[in-house]
Nanobody, 124 residues
Framework: QVQLVESGGGLVQAGGSLRLSCAAS????????MGWFRQAPGKEREHVAS????????YSLDSVKGRFTISRDNAKDTVYLQMNSLKSEDTAVYYC?????????????????WGQGTQVTVSS
């Protein structure tokens, strides 16, 4: 069992930055691929980024490439999502997830554990 707790969300003006954190506890964090997903009001949950335990990363959305960076610190059992140049369309609840495999999955069904989410609101 893995427990995930996100933090770092909030209200920011367009063009600003936020860094989301996801702290994991339970089973060995380093064996999991970690992902960030987001869900805006009235929309389906979508994959943002994933990072394997060995550091390989992938980003699904062209709109975040070059602005968002996923990283992890296995010593701290934490994964991060650095979000720069935020836009109003980035407004969503952001979820952290863990998959018990070393592959950067992009489908939510591949993830075994989920956090409760953290709200990110970007004002224009």
């Amino acid at each position: 069992q893995v427990q995930l707790v996100e933090s770092g969300g909030g209200l920011v003006q367009a063009g600003g930055s936020l860094r989301l954190s996801c702290a994991a506890s339970g089973r060995t964090f380093g064996y999991y691929t970690m992902g960030w997903f987001r869900q805006a009001p009235g929309k389906e949950r979508e994959h943002v980024a994933s990072i394997t335990w060995s550091g390989g990363s992938t980003y699904s959305l062209d709109s975040v490439k070059g602005r968002f960076t996923i990283s992890r610190d296995n010593a701290k059992d934490t994964v991060y999502l650095q979000m720069n140049s935020l836009k109003s369309e980035d407004t969503a609840v952001y979820y952290c997830a863990a998959a018990s495999a070393n592959y950067p999955y992009t489908r939510s069904a591949e993830y075994d554990y989920w956090g409760q989410g953290t709200q990110v609101t970007v004002s224009s």
